[in-house]
């Protein structure tokens, strides 16, 4: 198999990264954009994720961006502070191959080693089988669904709220 490498995202993976966002804005429904963000507004989403202090990973596969994955503010009123919601993506035809699983290992590794003590994952589409199987196997439980919530080629579609603690979870006070 080839080897696959999780790095911190760079500038340089930026226009990779777009592509792969584009991608599944135009076709899927994972995100809730309708139009695909330029990479100079992907560059500024990056810049502000990291500026705060979130990983943001990139699998990287023979030289190529294979997918990213992120964490950022689950909400941003003060007593969210200690919870972090995370995304995922993969490039097409990089599906089923253990990169996005991979890549969300490395993400709740740094988020709790960073401090924070959970992990939302919002999924468009309850019929998103792979996204949904993906976080329960890292631990993720069912917390609830968006019942058509949003609107995007031509259907309704909800959102699946799945989460999971970090480190010591709820069972201490937070440093």
Not at 50 to 74: I, N, Q, S, W
Not at 102 to 118: D, H, K, S, V
């Amino acid at each position: 198999m080839t080897e696959v490498r999780i790095r911190d995202a760079v500038a340089a993976d930026i226009a990779a990264i777009a592509a792969i966002y584009g991608h599944h804005v135009r076709h899927g429904l994972a995100s809730f954009e309708e139009e695909p963000p330029p990479a100079g507004e992907m560059a500024r989403r990056h810049a502000e994720t990291t500026g705060r202090g979130y990983p943001y990973l990139v699998a990287e596969v023979d030289g190529e961006v294979a997918g990213y994955a992120y964490a950022g503010p689950y909400r941003t009123r003060p007593a969210y502070r200690h919870s972090v919601e995370n995304s995922v993506y993969l490039a097409p035809g990089r599906e089923r191959a253990g990169i996005g699983s991979r890549l969300l290992a490395e993400l709740i590794r740094r988020c709790e080693a960073a401090g924070f003590r959970q992990m939302v994952a919002v999924i468009g589409d309850s019929a998103n089988a792979a996204s949904i199987g993906l976080h329960a196997r890292h631990g993720f439980r069912h917390a609830g669904v968006l019942t058509a919530i949003g609107y995007k080629h031509g259907r309704w579609v909800d959102s699946v709220l799945m989460q999971r603690a970090l480190g010591p979870g709820d069972t201490t006070h937070p440093d």
